[in-house]
Structure formats: structure tokens, C-alpha cells
């Protein structure tokens, strides 16, 4: 039995040929990429019904929404909330209304400032003393130059208050 043994372990090993190689991995080449077409394909199809059924419900939901707008349109005012006082009406009519609304008001200017402050903070001007006011005995407040380049000091004195706004008239 040793000799036999010994005499396969000195034999050459087989090797494949290269032609059954190249045949073997163009065999599973293919193969693979049928099977990767086979499936792309139905699954394109597949995508292809259900956009089909989503354009179908999509034209329906269309559909619905101009009957319902059409609707809202051809029928007369409605109630939305009696306690609030809102009633859903067509866009044609409310500017109809609108429009009478605006018509029978006197125009006035749109700004929220009123020429009555402004009139009324010059006399308060005129009426102050052209004497000036003896100079009390305290220093006046000295500021130290500002340096060659930069900006100059802020003043100190403290801005006059704002007019207060006066609520424009109402015209209803």
C-alpha cells in the first residue's frame, strides 16, 4: 500500500483547460444578467400599472374638487358660522359688495400720520422765551477731542419723544 500511495502523491495535478474556463464564466454571465433582466422587467411593468391606477384616481380626485368648486359657485350665500357672523360667498360677489362699500366712503389720505401733531408742536415752539435762560452754576460738560481717524464724538443731548399716533377716523 505504501507504493501506491506514493505514486499518487508524486503524480501531477489536473488542470482545467482555459477554454472551459472562459466558457464557464461567459455560462454565468449570462446567466446572471438574465435573471437581473428577468426581474428589472417585471418590475418595470409592475411600476407601469400602479402609475396607471395613480393617474386613473388623480383625474377622479380632479374631477371631484372642480364639481365641488362648481358647486360653491353657482349656489347662493352660505352660512359658514351664524355666531361669528361669517357667510362663505363667490369672490365676484364680494368684490361687487365691496365695491359698493368703497363707493359710498370719502376718500382720506392712507398714512398713519396725521398733519394735527405736527400743527400743533409749532405753536408750543413759539411760545417758549426768546431770552435765553441765565446759565446755571454748574460746568458745562467738556468732551476730550477725538483722535486724527476716528468718529467723532456722539452728542449728548437726549432725542425729543416721539408724537404719540392718533387713531385715524373711522368712516363706517
Do not use: C, Y
Request: hydrophobic letters at 45%; a positive charge.
Amino acid at each position: 500500500m505504501s507504493t501506491a500511495h506514493a505514486a499518487h502523491e508524486l503524480a501531477p495535478a489536473k488542470q482545467p483547460s482555459l477554454f472551459l474556463t472562459v466558457v464557464g464564466g461567459f455560462a454565468l454571465l449570462a446567466l446572471f444578467l438574465g435573471v437581473g433582466l428577468l426581474f428589472l422587467g417585471k418590475s418595470a411593468a409592475a411600476f407601469k400599472d400602479v402609475d396607471a391606477q395613480r393617474e386613473t384616481e388623480r383625474w377622479k380626485i380632479l374631477e371631484d374638487v372642480n364639481a365641488a368648486v362648481k358647486k360653491t359657485q353657482e349656489e347662493g350665500p352660505v352660512w359658514v358660522s351664524k355666531e361669528k357672523g361669517l357667510v362663505r360667498i363667490s369672490v365676484e360677489k364680494a368684490m361687487q359688495l365691496e365695491m359698493e362699500r368703497l363707493k359710498g366712503r370719502k376718500p382720506h389720505p392712507a398714512n398713519a400720520i396725521e398733519a394735527a401733531p405736527a400743527a400743533a408742536a409749532v405753536p408750543a415752539a413759539a411760545s417758549a422765551p426768546a431770552t435765553p435762560k441765565p446759565a446755571s452754576s454748574a460746568p458745562a460738560p467738556t468732551t476730550a477731542p477725538a483722535a486724527p481717524g476716528s468718529a467723532p464724538a456722539a452728542p449728548t443731548a437726549s432725542p425729543a419723544p416721539a408724537p404719540t399716533p392718533v387713531p385715524a377716523p373711522s368712516g363706517n
